[in-house]
């Protein structure tokens, strides 16, 4: 674990939501929302809320079609031109069809589960599952394939159809946290300096790092996701695996880099700057 005291997270995370362009945290456009909402996975609970991010329900009422994904509004929201038949059972996306996982798995779509043989439920109902583990999400399996096109969901290398970071299934599979790379010690990764390939790279959603720049990993509050959605602090379907500051693995030590904040940080991984990948590709 990488949590640090006296700052308290979940006021943290509401003051940034509540200021919205985060203007104190220059480089983060847009500031956190929780935006990890997934689309109904069962057919029949018309009557499912979203999880707890993002903005209130309006009552918008989704065409067959499914609307445009992302804010989890009821079993037909979906990407547009999507039915409800291929959300469920695919076939997804091509960048998807054969993509790298968090844990580095690749999907290959003639081997994989339906989401009825699963269990496969969104975050909140997934709590009522006896094999479920709070804090666990798609988001920070080790299965998961984050959102590549903006369309608010991603894909599973273990699960067919459409996949939110806020959804959970019985295969679930936690991300290990990496290993202390070669030369450094465990109380030094949140101050290192990041290898060469990090330092000035562009984020998952093309946002370049900027070295001096960046928050202190004590400032953003960085823990584990499965901790921070557990406690609360961080709605289900966030982690830095699909979030947009995140710089993934280049060097195959399994560890990833921020554009918003110094150190070494994993997939694993939530701060309160958190930002969507979908939003910021779509």
Not at 114 to 138: I, M, N
Not at 157 to 169: I, K, L, R
Request: glycine share 12%; aromatic share 8%.
């Amino acid at each position: 674990m990488r949590r640090t005291d006296g700052y308290h997270l979940w006021s943290r995370r509401h003051y940034l939501v509540a200021t919205a362009g985060i203007a104190a945290l220059s480089g983060c456009a847009g500031g956190p929302e929780d935006d990890g909402d997934g689309a109904d996975t069962e057919p029949s609970d018309d009557e499912d809320e979203p999880d707890d991010g993002g903005e209130p329900d309006d009552g918008d009422e989704p065409d067959d079609e499914g609307g445009e994904g992302g804010e989890g509004d009821g079993d037909e929201e979906r990407p547009e031109g999507v039915s409800a038949e291929e959300f469920e059972r695919g076939p997804v996306p091509e960048l998807y069809a054969s993509a790298t996982s968090l844990g580095g798995e690749r999907r290959d779509a003639a081997d994989l589960f339906a989401k009825a043989d699963v269990g496969f439920a969104e975050y909140d109902e997934a709590s009522a599952e006896s094999g479920h583990q709070p804090g666990h999400c798609c988001a920070n399996c080790a299965d998961f394939v984050p959102d590549k096109n903006g369309d608010g969901f991603g894909a599973c290398v273990a699960v067919e159809g459409y996949v939110d970071g806020a959804d959970w299934c019985t295969v679930y599979e936690g991300l290990p946290e990496p290993e202390v790379p070669e030369g450094l010690t465990a109380d030094e990764l949140a101050t290192a300096e990041v290898p060469e390939a990090y330092r000035t790279a562009a984020s998952q959603a093309d946002e370049a790092r900027t070295p001096d720049d960046l928050f202190t990993q004590t400032q953003v509050m960085l823990t584990e996701s499965v901790e921070a959605v557990a406690e609360g602090s961080a709605a289900p379907g966030q982690s830095c695996g699909n979030c947009a500051e995140f710089i993934p693995d280049k060097n195959g030590d399994t560890w990833g880099a921020c554009a918003a904040v110094e150190g070494y940080v994993a997939a694993e991984d939530w701060c309160a700057v958190w930002e969507s990948v979908s939003e910021a590709l779509s």
